[in-house]
Protein backbone atom coordinates (compact mmCIF):
# COMPACT_ATOMS: atom_id res chain seq x y z
CA UNK A 1 0.00 0.00 0.00
CA UNK A 2 2.90 2.65 0.95
CA UNK A 3 6.37 2.62 0.32
CA UNK A 4 7.38 5.06 2.78
CA UNK A 5 5.73 6.12 6.26
CA UNK A 6 6.73 8.50 8.46
CA UNK A 7 5.93 8.33 11.79
CA UNK A 8 5.42 11.22 14.26
CA UNK A 9 7.06 9.49 17.45
CA UNK A 10 5.48 10.59 20.54
CA UNK A 11 7.69 9.91 24.10
CA UNK A 12 6.42 11.23 26.62
CA UNK A 13 3.91 8.21 27.23
CA UNK A 14 7.32 5.93 27.20
CA UNK A 15 6.93 5.59 23.25
CA UNK A 16 3.12 3.65 23.58
CA UNK A 17 1.74 5.67 20.98
CA UNK A 18 4.85 5.53 18.46
CA UNK A 19 4.99 1.35 18.95
CA UNK A 20 0.78 1.28 18.20
CA UNK A 21 1.40 3.50 15.12
CA UNK A 22 4.67 0.93 13.87
CA UNK A 23 2.43 -2.07 14.44
CA UNK A 24 -0.24 -0.32 12.10
CA UNK A 25 2.64 0.51 9.72
CA UNK A 26 3.60 -3.38 9.64
CA UNK A 27 0.84 -4.02 8.25
CA UNK A 28 -0.09 -0.74 5.57
CA UNK A 29 4.03 -0.79 4.46
CA UNK A 30 4.99 -2.43 0.96
CA UNK A 31 7.30 -4.92 0.84
CA UNK A 32 10.68 -3.73 1.04
CA UNK A 33 9.01 -0.23 2.50
CA UNK A 34 10.47 2.58 4.92
CA UNK A 35 9.13 3.56 8.34
CA UNK A 36 10.86 6.95 9.61
CA UNK A 37 10.03 8.08 13.44
CA UNK A 38 10.49 12.08 13.20
CA UNK A 39 10.44 13.46 16.66
CA UNK A 40 10.68 16.65 17.44
CA UNK A 41 12.07 18.83 20.06
CA UNK A 42 10.62 22.15 20.41
CA UNK A 43 12.71 25.37 20.02
CA UNK A 44 14.12 26.64 22.89
CA UNK A 45 14.20 30.97 23.14
CA UNK A 46 17.19 32.89 23.14
CA UNK A 47 16.87 33.75 26.47
CA UNK A 48 16.34 30.39 27.85
CA UNK A 49 18.16 28.87 25.58
CA UNK A 50 21.54 30.69 27.36
CA UNK A 51 21.18 29.56 30.76
CA UNK A 52 20.67 25.99 30.18
CA UNK A 53 24.13 24.50 29.71
CA UNK A 54 24.79 22.66 26.65
CA UNK A 55 25.57 19.20 28.32
CA UNK A 56 21.94 19.37 29.27
CA UNK A 57 20.71 19.86 25.81
CA UNK A 58 23.00 17.26 24.52
CA UNK A 59 22.05 14.71 27.05
CA UNK A 60 18.74 14.98 26.38
CA UNK A 61 19.11 14.77 22.39
CA UNK A 62 21.05 11.74 22.95
CA UNK A 63 17.85 10.09 25.86
CA UNK A 64 15.71 10.85 22.73
CA UNK A 65 17.77 8.97 19.96
CA UNK A 66 18.36 5.98 22.68
CA UNK A 67 14.19 5.74 23.08
CA UNK A 68 13.70 5.94 18.95
CA UNK A 69 16.46 3.31 18.41
CA UNK A 70 14.87 1.02 21.28
CA UNK A 71 11.42 1.42 19.53
CA UNK A 72 12.93 0.97 16.03
CA UNK A 73 14.51 -2.10 17.44
CA UNK A 74 11.32 -3.63 18.14
CA UNK A 75 10.16 -3.11 14.21
CA UNK A 76 11.61 -6.83 13.72
CA UNK A 77 12.13 -7.03 9.96
CA UNK A 78 10.40 -2.93 8.54
CA UNK A 79 13.32 -1.11 7.58
CA UNK A 80 13.05 1.32 10.08
CA UNK A 81 15.39 5.15 10.38
CA UNK A 82 15.20 7.67 13.18
CA UNK A 83 15.11 11.14 12.83
CA UNK A 84 15.38 13.82 15.01
CA UNK A 85 14.41 17.30 14.08
CA UNK A 86 14.35 21.20 16.13
CA UNK A 87 11.51 23.76 15.68
CA UNK A 88 7.88 23.83 15.32
CA UNK A 89 6.62 20.61 15.48
CA UNK A 90 4.21 20.07 12.33
CA UNK A 91 6.83 22.20 9.71
CA UNK A 92 10.11 19.78 11.17
CA UNK A 93 7.18 16.80 10.54
CA UNK A 94 6.47 17.91 7.31
CA UNK A 95 9.72 18.38 6.35
CA UNK A 96 11.20 15.02 7.30
CA UNK A 97 8.65 13.77 5.59
CA UNK A 98 8.92 15.59 1.96
CA UNK A 99 12.76 14.62 2.63
CA UNK A 100 11.97 10.78 3.37
CA UNK A 101 9.09 10.67 0.02
CA UNK A 102 6.75 9.74 1.94
CA UNK A 103 3.39 8.77 0.75
CA UNK A 104 2.02 8.56 3.96
CA UNK A 105 2.07 10.60 7.62
CA UNK A 106 0.77 8.90 10.54
CA UNK A 107 0.67 11.09 13.79
CA UNK A 108 -1.24 10.73 17.06
CA UNK A 109 -3.76 12.94 18.37
CA UNK A 110 -5.45 13.72 21.50
CA UNK A 111 -8.75 15.45 22.81
CA UNK A 112 -8.85 18.73 21.62
CA UNK A 113 -8.59 21.43 24.38
CA UNK A 114 -9.77 24.90 23.67
CA UNK A 115 -6.57 25.82 22.75
CA UNK A 116 -6.78 23.66 19.96
CA UNK A 117 -9.73 25.77 18.52
CA UNK A 118 -7.92 28.85 18.54
CA UNK A 119 -4.12 27.77 17.73
CA UNK A 120 -4.72 24.49 15.89
CA UNK A 121 -3.31 20.82 17.26
CA UNK A 122 -0.19 19.90 15.47
CA UNK A 123 -2.09 16.85 14.08
CA UNK A 124 -4.82 19.34 12.51
CA UNK A 125 -1.98 21.35 10.57
CA UNK A 126 -0.14 18.76 9.24
CA UNK A 127 -3.72 17.45 8.10
CA UNK A 128 -3.72 20.96 6.61
CA UNK A 129 -0.67 21.00 4.84
CA UNK A 130 0.99 17.65 3.95
CA UNK A 131 0.81 17.01 0.32
CA UNK A 132 0.65 13.31 1.09
CA UNK A 133 -2.39 10.80 2.73
CA UNK A 134 -2.33 11.39 6.42
CA UNK A 135 -3.34 8.79 9.01
CA UNK A 136 -4.95 10.49 12.55
CA UNK A 137 -4.77 7.53 15.32
CA UNK A 138 -6.31 8.54 18.75
Known amino acids: MYSSIVIAAALFNEGAT???ALEKAHTLLDKGGKVTLVHVIDEVPGYVAASIPKEHMSARRRDVQDQLDAIAAEAGDMSVSCVIREGQPSAAILGAAKEAGADLIMIASHKPG???YFIGSTAARIVRHAPVSVL???
Do not use: C
Request: charged share 35%.
Open 114 to 116: LSD
Open 136 to 138: VTR
Open 18 to 20: TRA
